[in-house]
């Protein structure tokens, strides 16, 4: 079960309702379900192992329609087009990034 993560007073750019994000590659299933997380920067953000397909795949500068999904929720989620800001190793767990999103709109 995911869970809504919240930093101290930090929202998710005004997501703070949705908790994770769904998106398919190149348009072809599988689709890929990540927790959203947040940082300093109020980014959001989504942390995949390095050495995943997906982490290969995901290109600084792609724009993707992602849906973000709200906790406990049956309902399709909302659909934003968005970027894929940056691409940053994690300081704390080897092997994973943090792949910054910046909601472009919907």
């Known amino acids: 079960m995911f869970k809504l993560i919240k930093i101290g007073n930090h929202h998710i750019n005004g997501l703070e309702e949705y ?20 940082n300093s920067s109020n980014r959001p953000y989504i942390l995949v192992k390095e050495d995943s397909s997906v ?19 049956l309902a399709e989620g909302k659909l934003f087009k968005t970027l ?19 909601i472009l709109g919907n």
């Open 19 to 38: 908790h994770s994000v769904q998106f398919y590659l190149n348009g072809k299933r599988p689709s890929y379900l990540y927790r959203l997380r947040n």
């Open 84 to 102: 894929i800001h940056s691409k940053i190793p994690h300081d704390r767990y080897a092997g994973y990034s943090i792949v910054e999103l910046s």
């Open 55 to 73: 982490f290969s795949e995901l290109n600084v500068g792609d724009i993707l329609d992602m849906e973000f999904n709200q906790p406990g929720s």
